[in-house]
């Protein structure tokens, strides 16, 4: 029991509007108590001897206590082992990249050129207006060569 006892929990606002609608006040300090003994304590009540209003309370609250209670237990063991398998993947996937990009930039400067011309090779290109001006048909511009993703204006 010692590893279900919690020192907190989150109390919604949602929680305290639903049980506030309970008119009488000594059911309204039920709920709280059920609430609170079953979110500290993991004590569930007896809903069959509780107020109506008081065990509906309890019962719609319940499963955001439970829900809670697994999130907490599962921080404590580092997580959820899905979550950790596809943080490890990405990871493993992110460090790739870096290498990928780290064996790119310590390319001498002709490996570089020839990766750009592989590149060009592989994407659309098309021409696009520039710094320098050069006439180009009827339109004047300079020639850039730049993937499609902008028109030229």
């Not at 010692?2 to 989150?10: G, K, L, M, P, W």
């Not at 090779?121 to 696009?128: D, L, S, T």
Request: positive net charge; hydrophobic residues 30%.
């Amino acid at each position: 029991m010692e590893d279900e006892v919690r020192n907190q929990f989150t109390f919604y606002r949602s929680f305290f509007e639903a049980v506030f609608k309970i008119k009488n006040k000594a059911a309204r300090a039920e709920a709280y108590d059920a609430i609170c003994k079953y979110a500290l304590f993991n004590d569930a009540p007896d809903v069959d001897k509780m107020s109506d209003a008081a065990a509906i309370a309890f019962m719609l609250i319940k499963p955001n206590l439970d829900a809670s209670r697994r999130k907490a237990k599962s921080g404590k063991k580092g997580g959820n082992t899905k979550q950790m398998a596809s943080k490890a993947e990405a990871n493993s996937k992110q460090s790739g990249s870096k290498t990928e990009a780290n064996d790119k930039q310590e390319q001498p400067a002709s490996e570089k050129e020839k990766e750009k011309e592989r590149e060009k090779e592989k994407g659309e290109w098309r021409v696009e207006m520039g710094d320098g001006r050069k006439k180009m048909g009827e339109v004047p511009c300079s020639v850039r060569m730049v993937r499609i993703t902008n028109y030229c204006h």
